[in-house]
């Protein structure tokens, strides 16, 4: 049961944050500096939360780089105190500071933003404590140096990394199988065995591995781990089987013997199967919820995708009497029963949050992508996205008025207003419009219950339990409900500071009092950037990206067939469909940030993505014609005709909510000559899948 308890993300996070925060209060009690608990233990607090990913050497860079920022925000809060225009200019920069960690890194970005403005806020008043600017810097650099430490103790311990990468490596392995067995298809077979070989060696290694570390690791983590190997083995076998049929078909008849039609769907499988594997690699190395989710999405791609290349043999392209048809369905079947068994076996491997995850815009091609580049804690787009510039300086303008105000008017703990606003906005509507009724209702719970140890005297001892007890809540409940977090962490500060300066209940009302206005300026704020829900604007931008995909093909198609070149509508056309998708996924993320958005998230997730994958197979085909591929007597009429009313039937369901895709194909559809367009059309019959949200439901109810 401990061994169970201990691998909890939640309680894990607990444990160690309440014992770098208890390690702080003793020090301090110990070495008779009771003020240097308030930075000590707040930045031991802040920096023992996270939980650190990647690589050990990443990991130890990561906690430098923190401590380095959370003391230069004490040491600025030292010297800005009691100088309005110095404390303004010094939130104002770390504000914006607040966005740029953001953009750099989405798991230690937002922390780092929310505890560097803490300290800086705490050290305004630290002088008027006798406190300098270099004592407070100290003080928070060892605290955050204690943190770091524990965490470092902790990898001798329980080391993860190596192990999970080791697992990593099998779903690697089977990702190039799956590209292999595309090859093998061409004629190119030794690449096949070479392949196989070496998922054999990779899956041995991966247990030996396994094997000889469960007597120094948990069994709990060990078990975990060993699934996820049986999953890559078992995923890969079943591939390899499925492809083998129709190979050794291929083999026997010749290339005719399988319908382009099929074949283009064929590949298209084991291209996301490819995409797949590595997904999963990035998502055990990282086990981010985002990472999660986006794996899922791919999930519900390969099943979109198998569906469409079963309904091809419904249709006569396999028949029944050809041998081994019926070992295809039944292939298929296990597939799609192993790709659920995945998503759940996976699902323990993250942190989990209350908060929705977000994804990335658009999924990447993952099949000759690097895993372990891909897996660095560091956000390689060079260039923010425009909401999260409008939120920095959003938020940069609200704390240097809230601060400004705070100090030309010596409103009393009015620090906590700027505060509040750091805490409270968030780059979406939805999440700041959650945040702001959750702490606003667990402030005033947390202060009246703080304040009420103020008509009972109680010994220092037990003021201090009382205090790690709350830092213990509220580092358990920050990922499972913000709102009791919020009402822990308020206590908690109370009782903090009630261990070095006397409290009264004038700290209570500022306090309480300044955290409410905070609160309502974020959501005047973000509402004035945001003043629609997503919910509403979600399926009008995903049906005019669809579109924007069916002009695009229009006008591809009609030089395709008429052996064409690229011109300027095509470029113009190509634009437009990229900046709508854009504009639907940007949306998507904010949905999932609203209230209930995570309800529509696999449906409208798997949209997105499906309409991204036709728009690159789109451009696909705009390439081949550039290049001169396109066949001399191409007669492919009803194909574009069946993408265009897929496209059109897609999107005028999803704009029209509640109402279902209508029946686009048409029925004993067979092409027999193969040409590039087939890519195109598997794409299309995938997202007419997505759009009945896998089972023949809406995206959004």
């Keep these: 049961m401990l061994e169970r308890s201990a691998l909890q993300p939640d309680l894990a996070r607990a444990t160690r944050a309440t014992t770098a925060f208890a390690s702080a209060l003793m020090v301090c009690a110990l070495a008779g500096a009771p003020l240097a608990a308030q930075y ?48 303004v200019a010094g939130i104002g920069l770390l504000a914006l500071l607040s966005g740029v960690w953001r953009h750099v890194s989405t798991d230690y970005g937002p922390p780092l933003g929310i505890d560097s403005a803490l300290l800086f806020l705490l050290a305004l008043e630290g002088p008027s404590h006798g406190a300098t600017a270099g004592q407070m810097a100290l003080w928070t650099a060892l605290g955050g140096t204690g943190a770091a430490v524990l965490q470092l103790g902790l990898w001798a311990f329980r080391p993860q990394h190596p192990l999970r990468h080791a697992v990593a490596d099998t779903w690697v392995a089977a990702s190039d199988l799956y590209l292999a067995l595309i090859q093998t298809g061409q004629g190119v077979g030794d690449e096949w065995a070479v392949k196989q070989r070496v ?15 469960r007597s120094r690791n948990s069994p709990v983590l ?47 499988v084991l291209k996301e199967l490819a995409n797949l594997g590595r997904s999963v690699a990035i998502t055990l190395i990282t086990h981010q919820e985002r990472n999660l989710a986006a794996t899922r999405a791919r999930i519900q ?118 505060f509040a606003i750091i805490v409270v906005l968030q780059p979406d509507y939805g999440a700041t419009r959650q945040r702001a009724f959750q702490r606003v209702t667990g402030t005033v719970a947390g202060a009246l219950l703080g304040s009420a140890t103020l008509f009972v005297p109680l010994p220092q001892w037990l003021l201090a339990g009382l205090t790690v007890s709350a830092a213990f809540a509220f580092a358990y409940f920050l990922k499972r409900r913000y709102g009791l977090a919020v009402f822990f962490v308020t206590t908690m500060i109370v009782l903090l500071t009630e261990l070095h300066v006397p409290v009264h209940l004038d700290f209570t009302a500022g306090r309480l009092l300044s955290n409410l206005a905070g609160a309502v300026l974020a959501l005047v704020a973000a509402a004035w950037f945001w003043p629609v829900s997503e919910r509403q604007r979600f399926p009008g ?16 198609a009609r030089e395709f067939r008429a052996r064409g070149t690229f011109h300027q509508h095509i470029v113009r056309a190509k634009q437009v469909a990229e900046r709508e998708a854009s504009r639907a996924a940007a949306s998507l993320q904010r949905l999932l940030a609203e209230p209930g958005g995570a309800h529509d998230s696999p449906a409208a997730t798997g949209l997105v ?71 195109v059309l598997t794409e299309a019959r995938a997202l007419d899948l997505a759009g009945k949200g896998g089972g023949g439901n809406s995206v959004i109810q």
């Design 40 to 87: 000590a233990a707040t930045a031991a607090l802040g920096l023992s939360m996270p939980q650190l990913r990647g690589a050990y050497p990443q990991r130890v860079l990561v906690m430098a780089v923190m401590i380095s920022v959370i003391s230069g925000a004490a040491f600025l809060g030292g010297l800005a105190a009691h100088h309005l225009p110095a404390a």
């Design 199 to 213: 998922l054999r060696d990779t899956l041995d290694r991966a247990a030996a591995a396994l094997n000889a570390a």
């Design 222 to 268: 060990i078990s975990h781990l060993e699934e996820m190997v049986h999953e890559s083995a078992h995923l890969a076998t079943q591939a390899a089987a499925w492809h083998t049929l129709s190979y050794n078909r291929i083999v026997a008849d010749g290339p005719a013997a399988e319908p382009p039609g099929r074949k283009a769907a064929r590949e298209a």
């Design 301 to 418: 791609t390969c099943r979109h995708l198998m569906e469409v290349m079963a309904r091809e043999d419904e249709e006569g392209q396999v028949p029944e009497e050809l041998p081994g048809a019926g070992s295809h369905r039944r292939l298929f079947e296990a597939m799609g029963r192993q790709l659920t068994s995945l998503e759940a076996s996976l699902t323990p491997t993250v942190e989990h949050s209350d908060i929705p995850a977000t994804i990335p815009q658009h999924l990447p091609d993952l099949s000759r992508a690097s895993m372990p580049a891909i897996a660095s804690w560091l956000n390689s787009v060079p260039f923010p996205d425009p909401s999260l510039v409008r939120y920095a300086l959003r938020m940069a303008l609200l704390t240097t008025l809230a601060v400004a105000a705070y100090l030309h008017w010596a409103v009393p703990r009015g620090y906590w207003m700027a």
């Design 541 to 556: 931008l995903m049906a005019a990206a669809i579109r924007a995909n069916a002009a695009y093909f229009d006008e591809v």
């Design 609 to 679: 993505t499906a309409n991204d994958r036709v728009t690159r197979a789109i451009s696909a085909l705009a390439v081949q014609m550039e290049a001169g591929l396109a066949p001399e007597d191409c007669d492919c009429a009803e194909v574009v005709a069946e993408i265009k009313s897929l496209l059109e039937g897609v999107a005028a369901a999803v704009e029209n909510v509640g109402s279902r895709p209508i029946e686009c194909r048409a029925k004993g559809n067979r092409y027999e000559r193969p040409h590039a367009m087939l890519a």
